[in-house]
C-alpha cells in the first residue's frame, strides 16, 4: 500500500501539471487564433473598400519605416490577448483544479488514519477523474483487506481458546488415568494391608512385619508417581528464557525432589528458536523424565541436548530395569504421547531399552530459527 501511495502522490503532481500546461496552451491558442481573424475581417474589408485600400497602399507607401512599429503593435495585441485570457480563464481554471487535488490529498490522508470509508467524486476533469477512481478502488480494496484480516484475527482467537480448551482437557483426562491406574491402586493396596496388620500383629508379629515391609515400598511407590505426575503438572517457564537455560533449570529442581537419582547433564546453548518449538521441547522433557522417575528404577541419567547442522539432538540415558519394546504396550510408558509430541514440530524419537541394563532416547528436531 505504501508504494501505492507513492505512485497515487505522482501522478496527483502529474495530473496537475499537465491541465496547467493544457490551460495555457489552449489560451494562447485562443489569444493566436483571434488575433488571426481580426486580420482576416480587415483584408476583406479593404478588399470591398477601394478607397480604404488606396489610403493604405499610399499609407505604406508614404512609412515604409513604420513597419518596425506596426509589427511591434501586433506582437503586443497577441500577447495581450493571450494575458487577458490567461487571467479571465487559466488562472481560475487552475485555482479550481488546486482545490479538487486539495481535496484528493485530504482524502488520502483521512484514508491513511482509518477512514476507510473515504471516497471521491467526479470533478469533470477527465485525467483527475482518472486518479479519483484510482484511489476510490484503492480505498474500497483496502476497507475490505482490513475487514477480512479482523475476521481472520477474531477466528484464529476463537480456534485457539478452543484448542487450548481441549488440550486441556485431554490433559485432565490423562492425569486422571495415570492417578487411577498408579496413585489411586497403591493407595487402596496400603489400605488392604494395613487392615490385614492390625489382625496379625498379635497373632503372627513377623508376617505382620513384612507386610509393612511391603506397605512401606507401596508409599514410596505412591510417592515416585505424584512426584512423576507433578513434574508433568508443572508450567512451561520459557518467558524470556532460552531452551537451554530453562532445561538446566528444570534438571536441578527435578535432582533435589529425587535424591535417590544422579543426574549428570552436558546442554549446550541454542538460540532464536521458534517459541512453539520451544514449548514443544520442554513438555518432551517433562515427559522423558517423569517416565523414567516412575518406571526406570534408575540410579544414573544422563542428558545430552545440543545442535549441529540445523538439527537440535535430545539424547536422555538412564541404568534402570529397561523393557522389552517389542512386546511393551506403549500407552503405559507414554512413548505413544512422546512420539507424537515430537513429531507435531516435525521431528523423530527412538527408543532403544536392554532390559536389565537401561533406556536410550534419542531426539531429533530440524531448526528453522526464528528472525
Same mark, same amino acid.
Given at each position: 500500500?505504501?508504494?501505492?501511495?507513492?505512485?497515487?502522490?505522482?501522478?496527483?503532481?502529474?495530473?496537475?501539471?499537465?491541465?496547467?500546461?493544457? $490551460?495555457?496552451?489552449?489560451?494562447?491558442?485562443?489569444?493566436?487564433?483571434?488575433?488571426?481573424?481580426?486580420?482576416?475581417?480587415?483584408?476583406?474589408?479593404?478588399?470591398?473598400?477601394?478607397?480604404?485600400?488606396?489610403?493604405?497602399?499610399?499609407?505604406?507607401? $508614404?512609412?515604409?519605416?513604420?513597419?518596425?512599429?506596426?509589427?511591434?503593435?501586433?506582437?503586443?495585441?497577441?500577447? +495581450?490577448?493571450?494575458?487577458?485570457?490567461?487571467?479571465?480563464?487559466?488562472?481560475?481554471?487552475?485555482?479550481?483544479?488546486?482545490?479538487?487535488?486539495?481535496?484528493?490529498?485530504?482524502?488520502?490522508?483521512?484514508?491513511?488514519? +482509518?477512514? &476507510?470509508?473515504?471516497?471521491?467524486?467526479?470533478?469533470?476533469?477527465?485525467?483527475?477523474?482518472?486518479?479519483?477512481?484510482?484511489?476510490?478502488? $484503492?480505498?474500497?480494496?483496502?476497507?475490505?483487506?482490513?475487514?477480512?484480516?479482523?475476521? &481472520?484475527?477474531?477466528?484464529?482467537?476463537?480456534?485457539?481458546?478452543?484448542?487450548?480448551?481441549?488440550?486441556?482437557?485431554?490433559?485432565?483426562?490423562?492425569?486422571?488415568?495415570? &492417578?487411577?491406574?498408579?496413585?489411586?491402586?497403591?493407595?487402596?493396596?496400603?489400605?488392604?494391608?494395613?487392615?490385614?496388620?492390625?489382625?496379625?500383629?498379635?497373632?503372627?508379629?513377623?508376617?505382620?512385619?513384612?507386610?509393612?515391609?511391603?506397605?512401606?515400598?507401596?508409599?514410596?511407590?505412591?510417592?515416585?508417581?505424584?512426584?512423576?505426575?507433578?513434574?508433568?503438572?508443572?508450567?512451561?517457564?520459557?518467558?524470556?528464557?532460552?531452551?537451554?537455560?530453562?532445561?538446566?533449570?528444570?534438571?536441578?529442581?527435578?535432582?533435589?525432589?529425587?535424591?535417590?537419582?544422579?543426574?549428570?547433564?552436558?546442554?549446550?546453548?541454542?538460540?532464536?528458536?521458534?517459541? +512453539?518449538?520451544?514449548?514443544?521441547?520442554?513438555?518432551?522433557?517433562?515427559?522423558?523424565?517423569?517416565?523414567?522417575?516412575?518406571?526406570?528404577?534408575?540410579?544414573?541419567?544422563?542428558?545430552?541436548?545440543?545442535?549441529?547442522?540445523?538439527?537440535?539432538?535430545?539424547?536422555?540415558?538412564?541404568?534402570?530395569?529397561?523393557?522389552?519394546?517389542?512386546?511393551?504396550?506403549?500407552?503405559?510408558?507414554?512413548?505413544?504421547?512422546?512420539?507424537?509430541?515430537?513429531?507435531?514440530?516435525?521431528?523423530?524419537?527412538?527408543?532403544?531399552?536392554?532390559?536389565?541394563?537401561?533406556?536410550?532416547?534419542?531426539?531429533?528436531?530440524?531448526?528453522?530459527?526464528?528472525?
Amino acid at each position: 500500500m505504501i508504494d501505492y501511495i507513492r505512485k497515487f502522490k505522482d501522478r496527483k503532481k502529474s495530473v496537475h501539471e499537465s491541465i496547467i500546461n493544457r $490551460m495555457l496552451i489552449a489560451s494562447l491558442t485562443t489569444s493566436v487564433m483571434a488575433t488571426f481573424i481580426f486580420v482576416i475581417i480587415v483584408t476583406l474589408y479593404s478588399n470591398y473598400n477601394v478607397e480604404i485600400k488606396n489610403h493604405l497602399n499610399h499609407f505604406m507607401e $508614404m512609412n515604409t519605416n513604420m513597419l518596425p512599429v506596426v509589427a511591434l503593435i501586433f506582437t503586443v495585441s497577441v500577447l +495581450g490577448s493571450a494575458s487577458v485570457a490567461t487571467i479571465y480563464f487559466a488562472i481560475p481554471l487552475s485555482n479550481r483544479v488546486k482545490k479538487i487535488l486539495q481535496r484528493i490529498e485530504e482524502s488520502h490522508e483521512l484514508l491513511s488514519r +482509518g477512514k &476507510l470509508g473515504t471516497r471521491l467524486e467526479s470533478t469533470g476533469f477527465q485525467d483527475v477523474d482518472r486518479v479519483c477512481s484510482e484511489f476510490n478502488i $484503492m480505498a474500497e480494496r483496502t476497507e475490505k483487506q482490513v475487514e477480512s484480516l479482523q475476521r &481472520l484475527i477474531n477466528e484464529n482467537k476463537i480456534l485457539i481458546l478452543e484448542t487450548e480448551r481441549e488440550a486441556s482437557l485431554t490433559e485432565r483426562k490423562k492425569i486422571a488415568r495415570d &492417578l487411577h491406574d498408579a496413585v489411586s491402586q497403591q493407595l487402596f493396596a496400603i489400605s488392604i494391608s494395613l487392615k490385614a496388620i492390625n489382625n496379625l500383629v498379635e497373632a503372627n508379629p513377623n508376617k505382620a512385619k513384612k507386610i509393612l515391609e511391603k506397605v512401606e515400598e507401596m508409599a514410596q511407590t505412591a510417592q515416585k508417581e505424584l512426584r512423576a505426575l507433578i513434574l508433568q503438572l508443572r508450567p512451561i517457564k520459557l518467558k524470556g528464557i532460552p531452551i537451554h537455560e530453562a532445561l538446566v533449570i528444570l534438571l536441578k529442581e527435578i535432582s533435589k525432589d529425587n535424591e535417590s537419582i544422579y543426574f549428570s547433564w552436558e546442554i549446550k546453548g541454542i538460540q532464536n528458536v521458534f517459541v +512453539g518449538v520451544e514449548d514443544c521441547l520442554y513438555r518432551i522433557a517433562q515427559e522423558v523424565f517423569s517416565n523414567i522417575i516412575r518406571h526406570a528404577e534408575a540410579r544414573n541419567i544422563y542428558i545430552k541436548f545440543y545442535s549441529s547442522d540445523k538439527v537440535l539432538y535430545f539424547f536422555v540415558e538412564d541404568d534402570g530395569i529397561g523393557f522389552d519394546i517389542a512386546n511393551s504396550k506403549k500407552s503405559s510408558y507414554g512413548l505413544s504421547n512422546m512420539k507424537e509430541r515430537v513429531e507435531e514440530i516435525g521431528g523423530r524419537i527412538d527408543f532403544i531399552s536392554v532390559v536389565g541394563k537401561g533406556t536410550r532416547v534419542e531426539i531429533r528436531v530440524p531448526l528453522y530459527h526464528a528472525e
